[in-house]
């Protein structure tokens, strides 16, 4: 297997792997669906509430707000030495306090320990108008996608097979003359070589190609080549979430081999 990082950004990640086959790459995506953790509003107490939301519904906001997650850090409550009672290795906390009028914003949450800060500073929660005002605690915990939505780290993560463009070389007038009908910028034909200048615009030569009937030019797709892209919501970067992600895949890998060694 062969990685190539195409980008790798603060948010997004693409990456081609060749020599690999759907399936591996579908578990790495399901892993970063469904179980890579991440810290998210679970306990909302509310001490004054006068704005024109309900309780309910800001604490629903406030449960989707992207937390900064140090895995590294911090433990799930569960498995923390604390015994459920919220702890700093399990637990950060947030307050809230602001009198209207004006919007409230996810930057309003002042953490405990600053490490915590919100990043996304400009989520509306609710707005106030001159005497109203909102004040509340909250506690974030790590939690995973497969019991609640609000704490998916990874958004859209999908593959896509290479395209794979085949001209019928003993036909080569007949690609010249169909290349020569094309926009200027959809494809290059150099010798018997046929590329897309852009790959995005494959569904347009493939109009093309089924409008004019062609069967000298095939468009096939190469299961072995794969391109993968994620993007993240903000509360890890996108390669802390494809670390995490590998670190979880090998740790399920290792106990299955152990459970296979017991048998
Ligand atoms: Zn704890």
Known sequence: MKVKTVELKENKGVLRIEDTDPYFVNSLRRIMLAELPKLAIDDVIIYDNTSALFDEMISHRLGLIPIPTDLQLLTFRSDCKCAGKGCPNCTVRYTLSKEGGGVVYSGDLQPEQASFAITETKIPIVELTKDQRVILEVEAVLGRARDHAKWQVVLAPRYKMETVITVDKKRMSDVK?????????LVELKGDKLTLKDTSKLPELEMHLDKNKVDYITITRDPTTLLFSFETDGSMSAK??????????TK????????LKDI
């Open 177 to 185: 003359a169909f290349v020569e009908d094309l926009p200027k910028d």
């Open 240 to 249: 802390a979430a494809l670390q995490e992600s590998i670190t979880i895949l």
């Open 252 to 259: 399920k890998y290792e106990e299955f081999r152990k459970l």
